[in-house]
């Protein structure tokens, strides 16, 4: 987990809420990536980010907005449209240099009440 | 598309024995394999990979893989159990042409019973 942090590790969430997850890195790795975990179903791709300014969608984007302002930074917004949004979500980057292995946040678990 | 399949839900071992667990891929272009391990509510931790070279890769905590390309598998391998093994095993495979996008199995449960 070290050099990616997430915040918070526990967010609750009230139906029709948007809610933003934090993703900060201090690996000095150029890409970012955001999945959704869900049990029995592996990672998910959401959206993903190789450069600043720049983000393209994964396999699952609907109902979810990033931004990418800052290399350090990659935040996830679950908007209302996301219908089914309880899930565990893990920030990861890699740099050009890993041969894409991927570094992990501590991740957030979201509940929606 | 690249894909991953981990065929196992669950494995069981007991302390001690040898334990493996199966990973096939599909990717155009060579393949880099990767082997992440994940405890309750923690983000993934890095095992080992394979980018090129010698089939057999050595990774963290004395586990192993061997890249096999005319079969297109990558098994997770360990010659003897530890308890402190169990945990959620995920396999993952990128191509040298994609860019970063890791495609990801959905997961294999190990438990080791001491």
């Known amino acids: 987990d070290g050099g990616i942090t997430q915040s918070p590790k526990y967010l609750f969430r009230k139906e029709g809420q948007n809610v933003t997850l934090s993703c900060e890195q201090n690996?000095?790795?150029?890409?970012m990536y955001w999945y959704r975990q869900d049990p029995g179903q592996g990672l998910r791709l959401i959206y993903y980010?190789?450069?600043?300014?720049?983000?393209q969608k994964g396999d699952i984007a609907e109902g979810y907005s990033v931004s990418r302002e800052k290399k350090e930074s990659f935040p996830l917004t679950v908007t209302s449209a996301q219908k089914n949004p309880t899930a565990f979500y893990l920030c990861?980057?890699?740099?050009?240099?890993?041969?894409?292995?991927?570094?992990f946040g501590p991740g957030t678990r979201l509940t929606v009440l | 598309a690249q894909s991953v399949a981990q065929p196992e839900d669950q494995v069981n071992v007991a302390e001690g024995n040898p334990l493996t667990v199966k990973c096939t891929y599909s990717v155009s272009g060579n393949p880099y394999l990767f082997w992440y391990v994940q405890y309750p509510n923690r983000g993934l931790q890095f095992l080992l990979k394979y980018i090129t070279g010698d089939n057999l890769v050595k990774g963290s905590y004395g586990f192993e893989a061997e890249f096999n390309k005319s079969q297109t598998s990558f098994h997770l391998k360990k010659p003897s159990a530890l308890v402190s093994d169990s945990a959620l095993y995920f396999c993952a495979v990128s191509a040298n042409t994609n860019a970063g996008k890791s495609t990801f199995g959905d997961g294999t449960t190990l438990t080791v019973k001491p």
């Open positions: 980010s190789q450069i600043v300014n720049d983000f």
């Open positions: 690996l000095n790795h150029d890409a």
């Open positions: 990861a980057t890699d740099s050009a240099y890993s041969y894409n292995e991927q570094f």
